[in-house]
């Protein structure tokens, strides 16, 4: 197999991979990241609360339910760290994984902490606690996302540009096959 055939393919399975994630409608990050989330955070508010566990719902000192709906998992954010992983070319497979393991490992932590933060503030009865679920919601899965993104950039010193990469080596594969056919016609 020569180096253009390998590269087209790494495109074809790259974003074959990342279509079957979102088909799924997510559902494959739900399965796999709500047990990690749900089981984490329980035992985490366990430490320092009378607690219990009912299917989704952690019961904080018999009064207080925090249910981990799939918005609280965050699989969409998981799911925006496959594809901005899987968008960039020239990545070799174990390294490829390896900064997929650490993306969402980070974000895991980083969402059981926010799990903490905001469950501290409901049992506490706290003014802030709509506010700050809200912010947590909608700015901070952005920045967290952005976040863990750049850290992988900078630490694996990645130079490929999501998606533009590989759009502008199709671009140039397509502008180079129409003056190579240009030239065998003017022959």
């Given amino acids: 197999m020569n180096k253009l055939e390998e590269k087209l393919g790494s495109i074809f399975i790259r974003y074959f991979?990342?279509?079957?994630?979102?088909?799924?409608?997510?559902?494959?990050?739900?399965?796999?990241?709500t047990?990690?989330?749900?089981?984490?955070?329980?035992f985490l508010l366990d430490l320092f609360f009378n607690t219990s566990?009912?299917?989704?719902v952690i019961l904080i000192n018999g009064i207080f339910p925090i249910e981990i709906i799939e918005s609280c998992v965050a699989s969409s954010a998981y799911y925006l760290l496959f594809i901005l992983n899987l968008s960039?070319?020239?990545?070799?497979?174990k390294k490829r994984l390896t900064i997929l393991g650490e993306s969402f490992l980070i974000l895991l932590i980083v969402n059981?902490?926010?799990?903490?933060?905001?469950?501290?503030?409901?049992?506490?009865?706290?003014?802030?606690?709509?506010?700050?679920?809200?912010?947590f919601w909608y700015l901070s899965n952005i920045?967290?996302?952005a976040g863990i993104w750049f850290i992988m950039v900078k630490h694996y010193k990645?130079?490929?540009i999501p998606f533009y990469t590989d759009v502008k080596f199709l671009f140039n594969l397509l502008k180079s096959s129409k003056k190579s056919k240009s030239s065998k016609k003017n022959k």
């Fill in 112 to 135: 059981l902490l926010r799990i903490f933060f905001l469950s501290l503030l409901y049992i506490s009865g706290s003014n802030l606690f709509d506010f700050s679920h809200r912010v």
């Fill in 143 to 145: 920045i967290f996302i």
């Fill in 17 to 33: 991979l990342m279509i079957l994630g979102g088909l799924s409608g997510l559902a494959i990050f739900s399965i796999v990241f």
């Fill in 88 to 93: 960039i070319p020239n990545i070799k497979i």
């Fill in 35 to 42: 047990p990690l989330t749900l089981y984490p955070s329980y």
């Fill in 53 to 56: 566990l009912s299917g989704i």
């Fill in 158 to 160: 990645l130079k490929e």
